[in-house]
């Protein structure tokens, strides 16, 4: 016997979950900025509504909002034109894959201001 679906709550079927509608007991982040253009300054957001907005995961914003609520009371989030910045390509991070130009890159980066600061960092980076 097949189990019967019923539409009665809203439109929605009453088994599983449902991720396109706001749930009442989300988690509410207040934006302020003006920057983005799908979001309203003053408004509130779910946190996958802000991570929709921004291109990246719900734990990757969940982060950011954590990282910046340092000067706020405990309780308060609020997310900023700098929390809802897309993701950003970063060839010259330290991790695994990227092409060989930009590890290439990476490991000549000028981090040295004088010759004797660059002859020094040369023989510090060989091996013994």
């Known amino acids: 016997m097949k189990q019967q679906i ?3 709550c809203m439109g929605y079927q009453n088994y599983g979950s449902n991720k396109n509608h706001r ?9 302020i900025g003006h920057e983005h253009k799908d ?5 509130y957001y779910t946190y996958r509504e802000l991570g929709n907005a ?9 982060g950011r909002i954590n990282s910046e609520m340092i000067d706020y009371p405990k ?9 809802v910045r897309p993701k950003q390509d ?4 330290n991790c695994r894959g990227g092409s060989k130009k ?6 000549n980066l000028p981090r040295c201001e004088t010759p004797s600061e660059a002859l020094m960092a040369k023989w510090l ?4």
């Open 39 to 43: 979001l309203v300054n003053g408004e």
């Open 6 to 8: 019923s539409n009665d």
């Open 125 to 128: 980076s060989r091996r013994l």
């Open 23 to 31: 749930n009442r007991n989300a988690t509410l982040v207040k934006y």
């Open 102 to 107: 930009h590890r290439e890159m990476r490991l």
């Open 54 to 62: 921004a291109g990246v995961s719900v734990d990757a914003i969940k």
């Open 75 to 83: 309780g308060t989030r609020v997310a900023t034109d700098n929390t």
């Open 90 to 93: 970063k060839p010259f991070e």
